[in-house]
């Protein structure tokens, strides 16, 4: 079973953490992922930095930016995380956009996540039909999930179709803009979290984009599986070091 679905089995809510690889130098990713696991996270997103990250919010383009100029690239990524099994069980997913994966060659892609222990991609700008018929089967093939995108603005007939061609979670995107932190989510964002999970849908959903701390990670929590966090986290990487993730951690939860 992929990792990932044993991990939704778990009787607790999840906490996963995003970053972008090669941030904020070089050769810290696998020292984050290390450590991130250590301080308690269940789930690890690694973005892949990209020069036109357009889901993203300022916290994370800054940290893309600086990642491409550290010189990250795919064929990097995979190179560093090649033993990182030996050590990390919790799942792990690589956040990127198409364009790169596409240069790299999709099934190439895929087989090098697999080789390397990666348990699920998520790709905003690709979307659930076009995966169906092109790339579902090359997925599958090298137990790979990929993990999509909902919105407030998404329908229910979008998103029972986006249900019915995944098999991990689906992110559910807090509100209709780009990743970044909030105090606290409004009424019609906690509105949003009901309607979906009225829908009674296969898959867990995991909520992402402003959360920040721990009054949002329980308010997300509430109403999914678990919550993401990205920008919060990269900040205070910026801040405090790698060393300050666990007292980050803690914080949260």
Known sequence: MNRINQKLQEPKKLLSIYFSAGYPDLNSTENIIRTLEK????????????????????????SSTAAIKNGMTSELLFEQLKNIRKTVKIPLIIMGYLNPILQFGVENFCKRCSETGIDG??????PA??????????????????????????????????????????????????????????????????????????????????????????????????????????????????SDTDNFIKKLL
């Not at 690694?46 to 300022?58: E, N």
């Not at 991609?121 to 690709?126: G, Q, S, W, Y």
């Not at 007939?157 to 105090?183: C, H, L, P, W």
């Open 121 to 126: 991609l998520i790709i905003p700008d690709l």
């Open 39 to 62: 301080s308690g996270v269940d789930i690890i997103e690694i973005g892949l930095p990209f020069s036109d990250p357009l889901a993203d919010g300022p916290t994370i383009q800054a």
């Open 129 to 242: 039909d076009f995966y169906a018929q092109n790339y579902k089967s090359i997925f599958e093939k090298y137990n790979l999930i990929n993990i999509f995108l909902i919105t407030p603005q998404t329908s229910d007939e979008r998103i029972r179709y986006i249900d019915s061609v995944s098999n991990g979670f689906i992110y559910m995107v807090s509100s209709a803009g780009v990743t970044g932190n909030q105090n606290d989510f409004e009424q019609k964002n906690l509105d949003y979290f009901e309607r979906t999970g009225s829908l009674n849908l296969r898959n867990p959903q995991i909520i992402g984009f402003g959360i920040n701390n721990r009054q949002t990670f329980n308010e997300a929590t509430k109403h999914a599986k678990g919550a993401i966090i990205g920008s919060a986290f990269i900040k205070n990487l910026s801040v405090n070091g790698i």
